[in-house]
């Protein structure tokens, strides 16, 4: 008899974490690439405070992945993050190196282009 959890295959697309970041994830088999980038504020453009590529790999329910900021955004921070799949839409991050917080990340959409972001009003 076979105990093992059923693998979850997440949604690609554009996932939004708590903080309300947009992250364009992409899996291919089992690869994870990525791009990240700060919310879209009234102080800060979409990628102008961070802005960071990754890429990783997808084993069972958890996505294991390297990543680092680029010279688009102010940060030059590198790091691991360790993300856990709950559901095709919803993963929690459960170890990082960076400052990502142990965050929920839910599926927003397939496709997401700059030109359709509005600004975020943070109160």
Do not use: A, P, Y
């Amino acid at each position: 008899m076979n105990n093992k959890k059923e693998t979850i295959k997440i949604k690609n697309g554009v996932w939004k974490s708590t903080g309300g970041n947009l992250f364009w994830i992409n899996i291919i088999q089992n690869k994870v690439f990525w791009l990240g980038m700060n919310n879209k504020t009234l102080e800060n453009e979409l990628g102008e405070n961070w802005c960071h590529v990754g890429n990783g790999t997808k084993i069972d329910n958890r996505i294991i992945l390297d990543w680092s900021d680029i010279s688009v955004g102010k940060g030059n921070l590198n790091g691991k993050i360790v993300i856990e799949i709950i559901s095709n839409i919803r993963m929690k991050v459960i170890e990082d190196s960076g400052n990502f917080g142990m965050s929920i990340w839910n599926w927003e959409k397939d496709q997401l282009h700059f030109s359709q972001i509005t600004k975020q009003h943070t109160e």
